[in-house]
C-alpha cells in the first residue's frame, strides 16, 4: 500500500486542504496508520480512564475520524462515547465500529460546535497538530469543558517542534486555567519512529 497519504498529511496548508485529504483517506486510513503501529489512542484513552473511574461518564471524542480512538476508548472501559468530525467518509468508518452513542459532523469554520458543559471528558487523539485541527482548537476544546472536566490529548514530534501548539497549552496552565494532569512522550507510530506526548489537563 502507498504511504502518500500519511506522509503528505503533515504538508497541508488550509482547512478545506485537509478535509479534502481525509475524505480520500478514509477509507485506507485505519490500514495505513495500522501498518506502522498507531498506539496513541489506547495510550491516551488509557490515560483518561486512569483519572475517570465512572465507565459510565459520557466522552466526547473530539476528531474521531474513522473510530480507532473510540474503540481505544472502549477497550480502556468506556460505555458513553460520541463522536464528533467534519469529514463525512471519516464518519462513515466510525459508524461501522458500533462504539459509539452518537456521531456528530459539523463545519471547521463553526466557532463553538460543542454545547458548552456537555461533557466532562473530551478527548483529541491525534487531532489538534501539524497537517490537522490548528493550536486554536486546543481553546475551543478547554472552553467547552466545565470546571473540573478533563481534556486528553496527543501532540506528536511534528507538532512538539512547533512552539504554537505546546505555547496554547503552556498558556493556559501558566494562568492557573488549566492543571497538568499527565504527560507521557512514547511511542506514536512506531513504524516511522515516530513518537507523541499524551497529556491529561483538568480545566480549573
Not at 496513541?40 to 466522552?59: C, G, M, Q, Y
Not at 512506531?190 to 489537563?201: Q, T
Request: with cysteine.
Amino acid at each position: 500500500m502507498s504511504d502518500k497519504f500519511l506522509k503528505d498529511t503533515y504538508n497541508l496548508n488550509s482547512a478545506q486542504e485537509t478535509h479534502d485529504h481525509y475524505q480520500r483517506w478514509a477509507a485506507s486510513y485505519d490500514d495505513e496508520v495500522g501498518e506502522h503501529g498507531y498506539v496513541t489512542p489506547d495510550r491516551v484513552a488509557a490515560a483518561l480512564r486512569s483519572f475517570v473511574s465512572n465507565a459510565d461518564t459520557p466522552v466526547l471524542d473530539y476528531g474521531c475520524g474513522t473510530g480507532l480512538s473510540g474503540i481505544a476508548l472502549h477497550k480502556a472501559g468506556f460505555r458513553i462515547i460520541d463522536g464528533m468530525d467534519p469529514t463525512p467518509k471519516m464518519l462513515e468508518g466510525a459508524a461501522a465500529k458500533n462504539v459509539y452513542r452518537k456521531l456528530i459532523s459539523f463545519e471547521v469554520t463553526d466557532p463553538e460546535p460543542i454545547e458548552t458543559g456537555a461533557y466532562t471528558a473530551i478527548t483529541s487523539i491525534g487531532v489538534i497538530g501539524v497537517g490537522a485541527a490548528p493550536p486554536e482548537t486546543f481553546d475551543l476544546l478547554m472552553n467547552a469543558l466545565p470546571r473540573g472536566g478533563y481534556l486528553a490529548f496527543s501532540f506528536n514530534d511534528h507538532t512538539l517542534s512547533e512552539r504554537a501548539y505546546t505555547g496554547r497549552l503552556n498558556d493556559w496552565l501558566d494562568m492557573g486555567h488549566a492543571r497538568l494532569l499527565f504527560r507521557e512522550y512514547g511511542p506514536h507510530l512506531p513504524g516511522m519512529d515516530m513518537k507523541s506526548d499524551v497529556y491529561v489537563v483538568e480545566k480549573a
